[in-house]
């Protein structure tokens, strides 16, 4: 299974960014997921969807910016943030359930996902 992320780029802080993350080469458990990772500092929770889009969670940091969606049958997970801070800037990574998992909810630790994607840079700017 790979995970393809794309979207990332410098943005102005207030401006808005929109990252894909497509999955192909496999099948993939139910949910799917972002973190980042910003210089220096451990790989952090984002955000995380069930992929029929009817559960989704949120760190604290983004609830109310960030928007995760997800397009099933793609094997797509969208995340839309808006009023970015240069706080937000970071690799951005996406990443997935393996079908093995059988669990209600996604977790929020990055050993809770078997698939990631490379990564993308958002940087924004003050």
């Known amino acids: 299974v790979q995970l393809q992320a794309s979207g990332g780029g410098l943005v102005q802080a207030g401006g808005s960014l929109r990252l894909s993350c497509a999955a192909s080469?496999?099948?993939?458990?139910?949910?799917m997921g972002w973190f980042r990772q910003a210089p220096g500092k451990e790989r952090e929770f984002v955000a995380s969807?069930?992929?029929?889009?009817?559960?989704?969670d949120y760190a604290e940091s983004v609830k109310g910016r960030f928007t995760i969606s997800s397009d099933n049958r793609a094997k797509t997970v969208f995340l839309q943030m808006n009023n970015l801070s240069p706080e937000d800037s970071a690799v951005y990574y996406c990443?997935?359930?393996?079908?093995?998992?059988?669990?209600?909810?996604?977790?929020?630790?990055?050993?809770?996902?078997?698939?990631w994607g490379q990564g993308t840079q958002v940087t924004v700017s003050s």
């Open positions: 990443a997935a359930h393996g079908t093995w998992r059988r669990t209600v909810v996604a977790g929020r630790g990055s050993a809770n996902y078997d698939y």
């Open positions: 080469g496999g099948h993939i458990g139910n949910f």
């Open positions: 969807i069930r992929r029929s889009g009817i559960v989704n």
